[in-house]
């Protein structure tokens, strides 16, 4: 049985799934993390996400944060009784993207039973 990620990959590329194509690395790893937690009841904060080493330096995240901002992929929300802490969380845009992978992914693990 082929692997059923290598076919996810085949078929992402072949369906062209719009949206994140103008991210680059760094900022899609970010916003992988914002969703991840979010879909785990963990909204990250952004000071949370200044720590995240494997995206880059604090003055590099900030700028990430902006981009996905700008782009609408990202939205702030505050919680609670401390309105100066702010929580990332996806937008509307970036989770239809993640459900249409979830999808793609779904389709590959199926194909791959019949390849």
Excluded at 22 to 50: C, P, R
Excluded at 67 to 84: H, K, S, V
Aim: zero cysteines.
């Amino acid at each position: 049985m082929p692997n059923p990620y290598l076919i996810f990959l085949w078929l992402k590329k072949i369906e062209s799934i719009p949206l994140i194509h103008s991210i680059d690395h760094s900022s899609q790893i970010l916003l992988d993390y914002v969703t991840i937690e979010y879909k785990f009841g963990n909204s990250l904060t952004v000071t949370q996400a200044m720590k995240l080493k494997v995206v880059g330096s604090p003055a590099t995240i900030q700028r990430k944060i902006d981009e996905l901002l700008a782009l609408d992929l990202i939205t702030f929300t505050r919680r609670g009784g401390n309105m100066r802490k702010k929580f990332l969380i996806p937008s509307k845009i970036a989770l239809l993207h993640y459900d249409q992978l979830g999808n793609l992914f779904s389709e590959a693990m199926e194909y791959s039973k019949t390849w």
